[in-house]
């Protein structure tokens, strides 16, 4: 095994990266890829890609890094920190709370039970009332997602997948429910059909292994990182981003994840997991084959052996 890597992003790295890729990229399908998203099932279940942003600014990647994934509920992590960046006083978390939830992503269940508050905004019902937070707050929901993104890349390529969009709005008669059960409660101010417009071209966004580490550096910086060297979020809002990730980042398996991999993460049932080491860089690793939760099973075995080998873990 590699020895306790101390240094930051460089040639051990990108080593340790190589042969990540030669021992977790499937030889043949694992995992499954989600039924319901149609386009979805249409990537290579053989792709495997990963990638490491450092917050000083270098880089390394291996395998299909370079390859456009569907980010899909990794765009929850941004939309949360789009919408707190422009809410200093915290008043989301009057309508969406900071619990694990102990629940599918897209239970309708739990959601009836609680009268329309849901236990985080990393699950569907959850991020469909920060969509309706910026809705609120920007208008262009979605665009404003996208932009974002971009300036946090620095890539002009981060767009909506317009077929993938419309594809998976077709399809979103549970989300759909979800959103009517939070208006039902009191818990969306937008009409139905416009907040799942928008949540669903979020998730919609396609970007590389590459954009997304780089994108999610402010959280491995205390929120520093935003175009022209300003601060996206405060120390503060960071802080509490990245314990809810930890906490709720990876739906109903956050606390398998956080026993094997050890970091706050957010994965996406397009296959891909953002990772933050804070202090030292992010990782998005990419792998279409998900598990039973919804969670790549080739990319969380990755990161499992990439913080065993190199101690990036917050325990």
């Given at each position: 095994?590699?020895?306790?890597?101390?240094?930051?992003?460089?040639?051990?790295?990108?080593?340790?990266?190589?042969?990540?890729?030669?021992?977790?990229?499937?030889?043949?399908?694992?995992?499954?890829?989600?039924?319901?998203?149609?386009?979805?099932?249409?990537?290579?279940?053989?792709?495997?890609?990963?990638?490491?942003?450092?917050?000083?600014?270098?880089?390394?990647?291996?395998?299909?890094?370079?390859?456009?994934?569907?980010?899909?509920?990794?765009?929850?992590?941004?939309?949360?920190?789009?919408?707190?960046?422009?809410?200093?006083?915290?008043?989301?978390?009057?309508?969406?709370?900071?619990?694990?939830?102990?629940?599918?992503?897209?239970?309708?269940?739990?959601?009836?039970?609680?009268?329309?508050?849901?236990?985080?905004?990393?699950?569907?019902?959850?991020?469909?009332?920060?969509?309706?937070?910026?809705?609120?707050?920007?208008?262009?929901?979605?665009?404003?997602?996208?932009?974002?993104?971009?300036?946090?890349?620095?890539?002009?390529?981060?767009?909506?997948?317009?077929?993938?969009?419309?594809?998976?709005?077709?399809?979103?008669?549970?989300?759909r429910a979800l959103a009517n059960f939070l208006a039902g409660f009191g818990n969306l101010r937008n009409p139905v059909e416009t907040v799942l417009e928008h949540y669903v071209r979020h998730c919609s966004i396609t970007m590389t292994c590459r954009e997304l580490a780089r994108a999610g550096l402010f959280l491995a910086n205390g929120g520093q990182g935003g175009p022209g060297g300003q601060p996206v979020l405060s120390a503060a809002q960071t802080k509490r981003i990245n314990s809810?990730?930890?906490?709720?980042?990876?739906?109903?398996?956050?606390?398998?994840?956080?026993?094997?991999?050890?970091?706050?993460?957010?994965?996406?049932?397009?296959?891909?997991?953002?990772?933050?080491?804070?202090?030292?860089?992010?990782?998005?690793?990419?792998?279409?084959?998900?598990?039973?939760?919804?969670?790549?099973?080739?990319?969380?075995?990755?990161?499992?052996?990439?913080?065993?080998?190199?101690?990036?873990?917050?325990?």
């Amino acid at each position: 095994m590699t020895p306790l890597l101390t240094a930051g992003v460089g040639p051990a790295i990108q080593a340790l990266l190589d042969d990540l890729v030669a021992s977790h990229r499937p030889s043949s399908p694992a995992g499954r890829v989600p039924e319901s998203i149609p386009h979805l099932a249409s990537a290579d279940p053989l792709a495997f890609g990963i990638a490491v942003a450092g917050v000083d600014g270098s880089m390394a990647s291996s395998g299909d890094a370079d390859l456009p994934l569907s980010i899909q509920s990794i765009s929850k992590l941004f939309s949360l920190a789009l919408a707190l960046a422009h809410d200093p006083e915290g008043n989301l978390w009057s309508r969406v709370l900071r619990e694990p939830s102990g629940t599918p992503f897209n239970s309708l269940v739990q959601l009836e039970a609680e009268a329309g508050i849901p236990r985080n905004p990393f699950i569907n019902a959850g991020a469909l009332v920060v969509t309706d937070f910026l809705v609120e707050l920007l208008g262009d929901a979605a665009g404003s997602v996208v932009g974002f993104l971009r300036d946090l890349s620095g890539s002009a390529h981060v767009a909506v997948d317009e077929g993938a969009a419309q594809a998976e709005l077709a399809a979103s008669s549970r989300n759909r429910a979800l959103a009517n059960f939070l208006a039902g409660f009191g818990n969306l101010r937008n009409p139905v059909e416009t907040v799942l417009e928008h949540y669903v071209r979020h998730c919609s966004i396609t970007m590389t292994c590459r954009e997304l580490a780089r994108a999610g550096l402010f959280l491995a910086n205390g929120g520093q990182g935003g175009p022209g060297g300003q601060p996206v979020l405060s120390a503060a809002q960071t802080k509490r981003i990245n314990s809810v990730l930890l906490t709720c980042g990876m739906y109903d398996a956050a606390g398998e994840f956080a026993y094997r991999v050890g970091l706050p993460g957010k994965s996406g049932v397009g296959g891909g997991i953002l990772a933050v080491v804070p202090g030292r860089c992010t990782v998005c690793v990419w792998s279409p084959g998900l598990d039973a939760k919804g969670n790549s099973v080739a990319g969380t075995s990755a990161l499992a052996e990439l913080t065993a080998r190199t101690g990036w873990s917050i325990f």
